[in-house]
């Protein structure tokens, strides 16, 4: 049975600067919160080692000279049906009724990494130090929060990103800005071949056609201009100004 409301984000590739703030602002919360710590075994050598609840992959994409840089963004995606669940052999890895989102009850973990096989979107992380597997929780033990302002009841890399690339929200309510942001951008989900049905949408990139003339290319402060007198030079010194 499907939930009747699934909370989830929505990232917009098309706005997207690949800045990794959501990545900080994620080990910052989380690390210290409830689904931490996020240790680094190796956070800095060759083959760099740690937890991380977000990542963002950049690549290059189409034929030289027509080339762009795309970065995406990716997560724990809270699939409708997470094929991580029904493998896990202790019960750890469970999905909430009440709004979707999928958890790992840490207490039950083995480690076994059976969920991190099945998962089709690599999301799951093995803490080494705790012996647990962990994933985003869309920062539940925040958004749930009472004590924070309403308008601070959002994911820590939503409040983080600095141009509005995530939106949070239910996207089974139509009238949310989750669902808006879906249907009015042709929002679609990744590997929908897997089957999981994933909850996080992504928005496509989107291009347009810029109007740029000629003389908008030329800087206003260009220090190579003519068009005004060079400094000159043998006037009153500070020393001549000044009196000591």
């Not at 009747?4 to 919160?33: R, Y």
């Not at 800095?44 to 994409?61: A, H, I, L, S």
């Not at 999301?123 to 033990?141: N, P, Q, S, W, Y």
Request: hydrophobic share 30%.
């Amino acid at each position: 049975m499907a939930n009747e409301k699934q909370l989830a984000l929505v990232i917009d590739l098309n706005v997207c600067v690949g800045c990794h703030a959501c990545v900080t602002s994620c080990k910052e919360w989380n690390t210290s919160g409830w689904a931490g710590p996020m240790p680094d075994q190796q956070p800095y050598g060759k083959d760099p080692d740690g937890v991380f609840f977000n990542r963002v992959q950049t690549f290059e994409c189409g034929t030289f000279p027509n080339t762009e840089t795309v970065h995406f963004p990716k997560s724990c995606l809270h699939c409708e049906d997470p094929p991580c669940v029904p493998v896990c052999p202790t019960g750890a890895s469970y999905k909430r009724e009440s709004d979707g989102i999928v958890l790992v009850d840490y207490d039950k973990c083995i480690g076994c990494k059976y969920c991190s096989w099945n998962c089709p979107y690599g999301a799951r992380e093995f803490d080494e130090v705790t012996g647990v597997m962990k994933k985003c929780t869309l920062c539940v033990d925040r958004i749930y929060d009472q004590t924070l302002e309403p308008e601070r009841r959002k994911p820590a890399c939503v409040l983080a990103c600095p141009a509005s690339a995530r939106i949070f929200g239910d996207i089974k309510d139509p009238e949310s800005e989750a669902s808006r942001a879906i249907r009015d951008n042709g929002g679609y989900q990744l590997m929908p071949e897997a089957g999981t049905n994933p909850a996080n949408h992504y928005l496509p990139r989107r291009k347009t056609n810029a109007q740029v003339h000629d003389d908008q290319l030329q800087r206003a402060d260009n220090p190579l201009s003519r068009e005004a007198e060079p400094p000159k030079f043998g006037g009153p010194t500070i020393d001549d100004a000044s009196q000591w």
